[in-house]
């Protein structure tokens, strides 16, 4: 009878397929909400999101789509091997949709829009007393959302669980106490080495249209296919869509340019990825990304390992020069190097340097690990998150707005657990970086050449192409030979930095 | 049992407004289309408005939904007359969404989206070969929607209820001959007039981003609120969304800066409707409005009555002139005034004069009756549109693109029965026109000091925060005394055309 189970098999990713498209719109609605949405339209908006999650889950969640999972992982025979990994893949997001109740999915979706939209007005004014209330609402939705998930060990597990699977807390401790051992010290020596960048930005402006234009010449030169995504201006920068339609968003500061340069880089890293997907895998697990921890080793990878090293400026730095015209006169590559590559104790995570960037992300680790375990409270925020960055990064915080506990858009929308993958991201890229530079012996002249095709056919065969059909450990260990380790991102960081600061 | 019928009445309003929000995230996602959308994620776009469309049918056409109708009809004395009014409208709206299948509800939508899309290509190139197998399978498919609607007389009569209840065929082409037997004359003497507007814009360049910046400025101070709703450029030249979030756009030539003004001017008029709905009213038909006609009405007042009037420009041109520095230097109010009311023979229905501009609707009306009743085919159309052109406007189209068959993009989307709502907004408007003088006799002085408190007051009164609650002659006769006619739009026209071109 293996007909009947190819039968459910197409059955069961129709209805996916058709999950995904809901999906698909809720996407727009965010992105058009963050980068279009006019201010009164707040209310309309959070409706649309609410209602169009609850169709979604009430869908997906229906007894025909568990009948039809059962149906194909009896037949497991007659699937083929990457079908069956849909099927497992399906069965995961059906298992954790259906320990939701519907209404909690509904109010948790339409509390994320109210609490995203009083964020951006609390955080404009640095109050965070006007944040609280809808903060405190949706944290307790989430807290109902992981007893539902159900977890072992910290409530914050179920909560990674939706970006990093098969990751905990306690995983997660072990990974980053390694970077931390090597960061701190090293950051600190090149703090204080007598090498360091000659430049002010800060005395030029560099007019946002000229920043996009050259932003958008690059990723297009690089490989991002404008025929199928776009750039453009939100608050918080992100990528959301998918094949066919990916969007980048980035932030313009016309007195320090290279935030959005190597912003617009980091995002079409994103981008890339979604770019990169089997076609003929659409809508189904297949054609999404692994986790969030792999995304974000792809965008750290064009912003950091590509974007900020000496043969990628190479090609581009006479190009970003004259396309500036006097604004980067009397700076060299060599400078410019350095100042891209400045390190310096920050206060705002987006605009942290490669070096201090894990610090920004292990202190909101820890304060999510320590909300969700109920030992400290949303009206403690201010004072835990200030402790803290004195504690790791020796500063103070001058406000609870954009320089503070307000800085970030993720707890605004209820994306708790989140911010662990960055720094995940960080270590993969490390372990992916370093096969690559064995398997692709002229990579670095080939970026000097601008060109990047070896380098995407590299990360489409070994990543991108793969979507969810094996688990992070399973990919790393078919692309690198290994299991998920440090050891290659902190050599990497090591040389790098001693090698630009003559440590 | 008063208070049932009272909680039927919530149950199917609640019901009525989770089909309001889905169509707004339609809208959204129509409205990205057109604005924003990269050309690859067309398919996935048509994907997502189909099934959109689908669970919104699904949902409305429930048995549930019939029965709460029926309750709430015989409960009908406990209701007021608001209520009563918006169950009518319920009711009115069911019965048509029932009349058709489910799978021809995803078919069209799906067909309008691809149509579309090959129209934006087909347009560019002028090629109407490469248009017409998608438009065949879209006509053919609103031939079947007919049919399901059922119609007296002509299948168009079906499509124009949709968009003008209560009009017909027969109807409008009464109308259509009494504005056709003034206006063809007219215009026949207003283009051999010696009194001719001595202006050449072509000689100037007039860059988008100032004309966007003062189409903005304007918006704004008649009284278009920023907090609830935006200014974007597309192809067509829309309004779409409601209250809290309406979005206008327009499209700008750099050599003819009159057509962006006026289409932000219209489309203005559009939101200006929207967002004077009665707020507690959202979500159900009386939030909505009336018929397109009524809403052209609206545009075309602000459009041609208030904004082609020298007392608006008496107040604007001094800003206008100030704002484009030497571009207009030299040119008069009186030349502007003459320039803005030239009137000739030309291809562009929406570059079309105020005068001109019903023989565009009526040759297409003309069309569209012929193409439904099965009088002509889909292949006829560029001959047809041809000959048509030639005998009422005297022009021969020079290609079947964006000078010909192709410049709109209606029937692209599936809107045939759309166009002769524009004629009948204009005579709508020549009625309201006048009772409004009559009403508020310093009007024109408030209109040169730049004061439109009153007449946004009168029309919100009148017109916009009715909704839908009367049909358009009862709306008519309660604010004008009298049922729709052409006579004061004719005088209108007459009185205007005469007194500029001194005839």
Same mark, same amino acid.
């Given at each position: 009878?293996?007909?009947?189970?190819?039968?459910?098999? +197409?059955?069961?990713?129709?209805?996916?397929?058709?999950?995904?498209?809901?999906?698909?719109?809720?996407?727009?609605?965010?992105? @058009?909400?963050?980068?279009?949405?006019?201010?009164?339209?707040?209310?309309?908006?959070?409706?649309?999101?609410?209602?169009?999650?609850?169709?979604?889950?009430?869908?997906?969640?229906?007894?025909?789509?568990?009948?039809?999972?059962?149906? #194909?992982?009896?037949?497991?025979?007659?699937?083929?091997?990457?079908?069956?990994?849909?099927?497992?893949?399906?069965?995961?997001? &059906?298992?954790?949709?259906?320990?939701?109740?519907?209404?909690?999915?509904?109010?948790?979706?339409?509390?994320?829009?109210?609490?995203?939209?009083?964020?951006?007005?609390?955080?404009?004014?640095?109050?965070?007393?006007?944040?609280?209330?809808?903060?405190?609402?949706?944290?307790?939705?989430?807290?109902?959302?992981?007893?539902?998930?159900?977890?072992?060990?910290?409530?914050?597990?179920?909560?990674?669980?939706?970006?990093?699977?098969?990751?905990?807390?306690?995983?997660?401790?072990?990974?980053?106490?390694?970077?931390?051992?090597?960061?701190?010290?090293?950051?600190?020596?090149?703090?204080?080495?007598?090498?360091?960048?000659?430049?002010?930005?800060?005395?030029?402006?560099?007019?946002?249209?000229?920043?996009?234009?050259?932003?958008?010449?690059?990723?297009?030169?690089?490989?991002?296919?404008?025929? !199928?995504?776009?750039? @453009?201006?939100?608050? %918080?920068?992100? #990528?959301?869509?998918?094949?066919?339609?990916?969007?980048?968003?980035?932030?313009?500061?016309?007195?320090?340019?290279?935030?959005?340069?190597?912003?617009?880089?980091?995002?079409? !890293?994103?981008?890339?990825?979604?770019?990169?997907?089997?076609?003929?895998? &659409?809508?189904?697990?297949? *054609?999404?990304?692994? *986790?969030?921890?792999?995304?974000? *080793?792809?965008?750290?990878?064009?912003?950091?390992?590509?974007?900020?090293?000496?043969?990628?400026?190479?090609?581009?730095?006479?190009?970003?020069?004259?396309?500036?015209? !006097?604004?980067?006169?009397?700076?060299?590559?060599?400078?410019?190097?350095?100042?891209?590559? %400045?390190?310096?104790? =920050?206060?705002?995570?987006? $605009?942290?340097?490669?070096?201090?960037?894990?610090?920004?992300?292990?202190?909101?680790?820890?304060? $999510?690990?320590?909300?969700?375990?109920?030992?400290?409270?949303?009206?403690?925020?201010?004072?835990?998150?200030? =402790?803290?960055?004195?504690?790791?990064?020796?500063?103070?915080?001058?406000?609870?707005?954009? $320089?503070?506990?307000?800085?970030?858009?993720?707890?605004?929308?209820?994306?708790?657990? &989140?911010?662990?993958? &960055? #720094?995940?991201?960080?270590?993969?890229?490390?372990?992916?970086?370093?096969?690559?530079?064995? @398997?692709?012996?002229?990579?670095?002249?080939?970026?000097?050449?601008?060109?990047?095709?070896?380098?995407?056919?590299?990360?489409?065969?070994?990543?991108?192409?793969?979507?969810?059909?094996? *688990?992070?450990?399973?990919?790393?260990?078919?692309?690198?030979?290994?299991?998920?380790?440090? +050891?290659?991102?902190?050599?990497?960081?090591?040389?790098?930095?001693?090698?630009?600061?003559?440590?």
């Amino acid at each position: 009878m293996a007909t009947d189970y190819r039968k459910s098999y +197409e059955e069961l990713t129709e209805r996916v397929r058709q999950h995904q498209v809901l999906d698909g719109i809720g996407s727009v609605l965010h992105w @058009d909400m963050q980068v279009n949405m006019p201010p009164k339209g707040a209310h309309k908006r959070a409706n649309q999101l609410a209602l169009l999650s609850g169709i979604a889950h009430e869908r997906f969640t229906s007894e025909k789509v568990g009948e039809l999972i059962q149906l #194909c992982e009896s037949g497991n025979g007659a699937l083929s091997e990457a079908e069956r990994a849909n099927v497992r893949e399906i069965a995961r997001d &059906y298992s954790r949709a259906t320990k939701v109740p519907h209404d909690l999915v509904v109010e948790l979706s339409r509390q994320r829009s109210v609490t995203h939209d009083v964020w951006t007005r609390a955080r404009e004014k640095a109050d965070f007393a006007m944040f609280a209330p809808e903060l405190e609402k949706l944290v307790a939705l989430t807290k109902q959302y992981a007893e539902a998930q159900g977890y072992e060990g910290t409530p914050l597990n179920a909560l990674i669980e939706d970006y990093e699977p098969g990751a905990s807390v306690e995983f997660l401790t072990k990974l980053f106490n390694e970077v931390k051992a090597v960061t701190v010290p090293l950051a600190e020596r090149v703090v204080n080495s007598s090498v360091q960048a000659n430049f002010d930005f800060e005395k030029n402006r560099f007019t946002a249209e000229k920043q996009r234009a050259f932003g958008e010449e690059l990723i297009y030169e690089i490989g991002f296919d404008r025929q !199928g995504g776009r750039l @453009d201006t939100s608050i %918080h920068p992100f #990528c959301s869509g998918g094949l066919g339609d990916v969007r980048l968003t980035t932030r313009y500061n016309e007195h320090a340019p290279t935030q959005a340069l190597f912003g617009i880089i980091h995002e079409m !890293g994103h981008g890339l990825y979604e770019q990169g997907v089997a076609p003929e895998t &659409y809508g189904t697990p297949l *054609s999404e990304a692994l *986790s969030l921890g792999m995304h974000e *080793s792809q965008s750290r990878m064009w912003e950091n390992y590509i974007g900020r090293s000496l043969p990628f400026w190479k090609k581009f730095y006479p190009k970003l020069q004259s396309h500036f015209g !006097g604004e980067l006169s009397g700076m060299s590559v060599n400078d410019w190097m350095l100042a891209i590559n %400045h390190v310096e104790r =920050s206060l705002v995570r987006v $605009e942290a340097d490669e070096l201090t960037y894990d610090l920004h992300i292990i202190l909101r680790f820890e304060i $999510e690990r320590d909300l969700f375990a109920g030992d400290i409270s949303v009206s403690d925020l201010p004072s835990v998150w200030n =402790s803290k960055f004195e504690k790791y990064l020796g500063l103070t915080p001058p406000n609870d707005g954009k $320089e503070g506990v307000m800085q970030d858009v993720h707890w605004s929308g209820g994306s708790f657990g &989140y911010f662990p993958t &960055y #720094c995940l991201g960080n270590i993969i890229a490390g372990q992916l970086w370093k096969k690559m530079n064995a @398997d692709m012996p002229t990579m670095k002249q080939k970026i000097e050449n601008g060109d990047f095709a070896e380098i995407l056919a590299w990360l489409r065969e070994h990543v991108h192409k793969l979507g969810r059909r094996f *688990s992070r450990d399973e990919l790393l260990l078919k692309a690198t030979g290994k299991p998920l380790g440090t +050891e290659d991102y902190l050599s990497y960081l090591t040389e790098k930095f001693s090698s630009l600061y003559k440590l």
